[in-house]
């Protein structure tokens, strides 16, 4: 395809996004913009460039059976396939990474395929990534993304008629890292998507997951965990947009945050159209503040354009540990620290119940009982 799309129209509606392949479409954001006004702008200042040229994150591939992989450049038909850049900074990755990664998932692979991307400084890069499943094919693929660096990352992710995909990116950068990533998914008649975000690490991380609907009776689950710690910025802004009948949308997105200056985003977008009759549709988020000066920012948004439509709603919550809760495991014996992490696992249960992957949700508790554990050591506990 050639990159040349643009689109725009009157801001008053989500159906009015702008999206290009250009850079020069999207003015260099200053912070004051809706988009952008949770966002710290200094530390993502260098991937608002023309273009970044930088070359310290490494890609590895570890293919299952029935995984090609391979590199390919701009001309390649499959690339773009997954729509245009949403922002500057997705803009700048895709001029700025002349090849991308294809995972192309073909038939029943039962294995998982593991993406390594592996920072190891802090030279500006760009990293294009496309995780693409053939009709009827079904797979699972974790991009499991760690070390140092400054990343500006295109994910496209491409379900065929039929197909069954489910993706996982997982940030376990380390805390002086910058990663600016837009996730760009496009599903087709009847194919499935399962698409989890679990962000850990990292000084800013800002991940933006765009839904799209292209035939009827499409389904995406679409699932985000984060725990952050003092200094941390983590985002997470998704669109969904339900532009064709019968699909179905699940969004469901739970943080927890200990520290002072550890502040989480989130800012869930789902339109649908007048076209997408029959759609299903809920999205939730909710976070969990487990010490003074932790702050959560939840933005959920229901734009709808008819009325014929099999269900829509939102919800959204942020509070501190329930009293309740830690009295009654108190009130049996249990120490204050432990009645901490019971219900911390208890608050992320349901959630890594869906993620379905052992090893990342092996992962995730390993890195949720270290910060706990780091808590018990420090005061400023919300009790």
Request: charged share 20%; proline share 5%; net charge negative.
């Amino acid at each position: 395809m050639t990159p040349t799309e643009l689109a725009v129209v009157p801001e008053a509606s989500r159906a009015a996004r702008r999206t290009s392949f250009d850079p020069a479409d999207f003015p260099v954001p200053t912070g004051r913009e809706e988009e952008w006004r949770f966002t710290p702008m200094e530390p993502l200042a260098p991937l608002f460039a023309d273009q970044v040229d930088g070359h310290d994150v490494v890609v590895d591939v570890m293919a299952a059976p029935g995984v090609e992989v391979s590199q390919v450049g701009h001309d390649d038909p499959r690339v773009g396939a997954g729509g245009a850049p949403g922002d500057r900074a997705a803009a700048v990755a895709w001029v700025s990474a002349d090849e991308a990664t294809v995972i192309a998932v073909r038939g029943t692979v039962p294995d998982v395929t593991t993406v390594t991307l592996r920072g190891h400084g802090r030279a500006p890069s760009a990293a294009h990534l496309l995780v693409w499943a053939e009709p009827g094919a079904s797979g699972t693929v974790v991009l499991d993304h760690t070390g140092t660096a400054v990343l500006t990352e295109t994910v496209e992710i491409v379900a065929e008629q039929g197909s069954d995909l489910t993706v996982v990116s997982l940030q376990t950068w380390r805390d002086d890292t910058v990663h600016a990533a837009n996730h760009r998914l496009r599903l087709a008649d009847d194919a499935s998507v399962k698409h989890v975000v679990v962000t850990l690490g990292g000084a800013l991380v800002r991940i933006a997951p765009d839904v799209q609907f292209t035939g009827p009776g499409g389904a995406v689950t679409a699932l985000g965990l984060s725990y952050g710690h003092a200094g941390q910025h983590l985002e997470h802004r998704l669109f969904v947009d339900h532009a064709v009948p019968r699909c179905r949308s699940q969004v469901t997105y739970k943080g927890a945050l200990q520290g002072d200056g550890a502040h989480s985003v989130w800012v869930g977008d789902v339109l649908i159209r007048a076209a997408a009759e029959g759609t299903d549709t809920y999205e939730q988020n909710r976070n969990l503040l487990l010490t003074e000066g932790a702050r959560a920012d939840s933005v959920p948004n229901l734009e709808i354009e008819t009325g014929l439509i099999e269900g829509a709603g939102h919800a959204s919550a942020t509070g501190r540990f329930d009293d309740e809760q830690l009295f009654y495991l108190r009130s049996r014996g249990i120490d204050e620290t432990e009645a901490r992490r019971l219900v911390v696992r208890g608050f992320f249960a349901e959630l890594l119940a869906q993620v379905g992957v052992a090893e990342v949700t092996d992962r995730i508790m390993a890195h949720v009982d270290a910060e706990l554990a780091r808590l018990a050591t420090q005061p400023g506990a919300v009790s």
